[in-house]
């Protein structure tokens, strides 16, 4: 099945290195799990050029992990998730909270109907780190 229709767009690795004149791309599928990951791990706010692009994390810092809290993370991630058009459908699962990292997994459901995108993110509240645990 073609996965032209969700994208290609640049590597955004830890260095961005030319080749020969030119830079690494992703495509498809690769594609839309960066721009997600992008999506998960940009503070809101950050990008003056889109101010509502991103996640404002800093509400939750230093939170108990009750229910309703858990609750609303998990709805935030979903709605910023939900925000990019390649995915039908997006499906969070908060795996731990002890008040200071978060540790959520993302399943996006590609439009074109294939296979589930999987994508694990701890948060470090207490140094606003972020890291991609793992994402296929």
């Given at each position: 099945m073609a996965e032209n229709h969700l994208g290609t767009d640049i590597a955004f690795q830890d260095d961005i290195t030319a080749i020969f004149g030119d830079v690494d791309l992703v495509e498809g599928r690769k594609c839309l799990l960066q721009d997600i990951r992008l999506?998960?791990?940009?503070?809101?706010?950050?990008?003056?050029?889109?101010?509502?692009?991103?996640?404002?994390?800093?509400?939750?810092?230093?939170?108990?992990?009750?229910?309703?809290?858990?609750?609303?993370?998990?709805?935030?991630?979903?709605?910023?998730?939900?925000?990019?058009?390649?995915?039908?459908?997006?499906?969070?699962t908060l795996t731990s909270w002890d008040g200071y990292t978060v540790k959520v997994i993302v399943i996006i459901n590609p439009v074109d109907g294939g296979n589930p995108i999987n994508l694990v993110i701890g948060y470090d509240l207490a140094t606003m780190t972020v890291e991609v645990l793992s994402g296929a």
């Open positions: 999506r998960l791990t940009t503070p809101r706010g950050d990008l003056w050029c889109h101010p509502d692009y991103g996640i404002d994390l800093y509400r939750f810092l230093h939170l108990e992990g009750t229910a309703i809290n858990r609750l609303d993370l998990v709805r935030t991630i979903e709605e910023e998730a939900a925000q990019d058009p390649r995915g039908d459908s997006v499906n969070v």
